[in-house]
C-alpha cells in the first residue's frame, strides 16, 4: 500500500495560507485530496488510492444493502416524534400525519450523521417558523452514510439518490406529494445525494434543492453529472461556508451564498473545518426561522473575484439566504457578513 501523508486540523499551513484564508486550486480539479477521517484528521491521497482503502477495508460502496434506508416523517401534529413511511406499504402511509396540501420538506444528512439531523431546521420550520404546515421527511441513510471511510460513502451517493427518488415517486403516486412545493435539504454529502435525487425523479422536477456546504472531496467541479448541479432542480440554492477544504468553493448553485467570504466562519477557529462546515446548517436553520426580511441579508456580487474582495458593494436587489421566495428573484454570486455567535444574522450591511 502507498504512503499517505496524514494532515492533523492543525496543520491548516499544509493548505496553504494566502491574505489569512485557505487557498486551492480555482477549478478544484486536484490529483491528490484531503479526505476526512472519523478521527479529525486528513488522509492526503489520489482518488484510486481512496477507492484501494475502501476496498481493502471491505466498505466498497457497491456492497451496501440500500434498501435499509429510511423516511421519517414529522408533521405539525407530531413534531417531535416522527413516524416511518415505508415504501410500497400504503399501510405505513395511511397510519401517518402526511398532509398532501401542505408543502413537503426532504432532509438528507450528511457522512457520519443520522436522521435526527434535521432537528435544527424541523424546529425552525414546525415550532419557530411561522407557517407550520409542513410534511417534514428525514432520510435516514445511515446504514451507509456512517461507514468509517468517507470514499464508501461518497461512492454510494448516487445510488442513495436513487432511491429516494423512487420514494418521492411513490409518495407522488400514492399520497399526491406535489412536486412544485418540494424542496429538498442536504448537509455535506447529503447535498450531492440531494442532487443525485433531482437527476433521477421521474414523475415531475423537483422544485428547489439547498445545498449545505456541499461535500469537495472526489467531487469535480467541472463534472456537474456526478454532483449537485444547478440543473437538478427549479431552483438549486447552496450556501457554502468551509470551501476548499471540506466544501466546495466554486459556486454550484443556480444562486451561491458566500457567508463571510466562504472558507471559515468567525467563532470557528482556522484549524476547525467541521465547524465552518457546520456552520451552514446553523445559518439555514436561523433563517428559516427568522420572521423578519432582513435577516441575512446578502449582496449580489458581480463575479467570485468581487466575492473574494467582499467588494459587492450596495447592488440592488438584495435576497436573503434560506428565503423560500429565492426561487423567483435569486440568481448568481450572494455575499454576507454574520455574527460569531447565535444569532448570526446581521440585521443591517
Not at 25 to 30: L, M, R, S
Not at 274 to 293: P, T
Request: hydrophobic share 35%.
Amino acid at each position: 500500500m502507498k504512503q499517505h501523508v496524514v494532515l492533523a486540523l492543525a496543520a491548516t499551513v499544509v493548505l496553504g495560507l494566502t491574505k489569512g484564508v485557505l487557498s486551492f486550486p480555482t477549478e478544484q480539479e486536484e490529483t491528490i485530496w484531503p479526505i476526512p477521517q472519523y478521527n479529525g484528521t486528513f488522509l492526503w491521497m489520489t482518488e484510486d488510492q481512496a477507492i484501494e482503502e475502501a476496498n481493502l477495508a471491505k466498505e466498497d460502496g457497491s456492497r451496501q444493502t440500500f434498501d435499509k434506508i429510511k423516511f421519517f416523517l414529522y408533521t405539525a401534529a407530531n413534531p417531535t416524534k416522527p413516524t416511518e413511511i415505508i415504501k410500497d406499504d400504503p399501510e405505513s402511509l395511511a397510519r401517518s400525519n402526511f398532509d398532501f396540501k401542505n408543502p413537503t420538506r426532504f432532509w438528507i444528512h450528511g457522512w457520519g450523521g443520522g436522521y435526527k439531523a434535521v432537528e435544527p431546521v424541523r424546529d425552525a420550520l414546525l415550532l419557530n417558523g411561522t407557517n407550520k404546515q409542513y410534511n417534514i421527511i428525514s432520510v435516514d441513510w445511515t446504514v451507509y452514510s456512517t461507514s468509517t471511510m468517507y470514499i464508501s460513502s461518497q461512492r454510494s451517493c448516487p445510488k442513495a439518490g436513487k432511491i429516494i427518488a423512487e420514494f418521492i415517486d411513490w409518495m407522488h403516486n400514492e399520497a399526491k406529494l406535489s412536486f412544485d412545493t418540494l424542496a429538498i435539504y442536504g448537509h455535506s454529502l447529503g447535498a450531492h445525494v440531494a442532487g443525485f435525487t433531482g437527476k433521477t425523479v421521474k414523475r415531475g422536477k423537483v422544485h428547489t434543492i439547498v445545498g449545505l456546504d456541499p461535500a469537495m472531496p472526489l467531487f469535480r467541479f467541472k463534472n456537474s453529472e456526478k454532483r449537485l448541479a444547478s440543473t437538478d432542480a427549479v431552483y438549486v440554492e447552496t450556501i457554502q461556508t468551509n470551501g476548499g477544504v471540506l466544501g466546495f468553493y466554486n459556486p454550484i448553485g443556480k444562486a451561491t451564498f458566500y457567508p463571510n467570504g466562504g472558507q471559515a466562519q468567525p467563532g470557528c477557529s482556522k484549524e476547525d473545518f467541521f465547524c465552518s462546515h457546520g456552520r451552514s446548517v446553523e445559518y439555514f436553520a436561523e433563517a428559516l426561522s427568522q420572521e423578519k426580511k432582513n435577516a441575512f441579508v446578502a449582496v449580489e456580487c458581480s463575479d467570485l473575484e468581487s466575492m473574494e474582495k467582499a467588494n459587492c458593494g450596495k447592488r440592488l436587489p438584495r435576497v436573503r439566504l434560506g428565503d423560500p421566495n429565492n426561487a423567483k428573484k435569486a440568481k448568481g454570486i450572494y455575499y454576507l457578513s454574520t455574527n460569531s455567535e447565535a444569532p448570526y444574522s446581521i440585521k443591517k450591511l
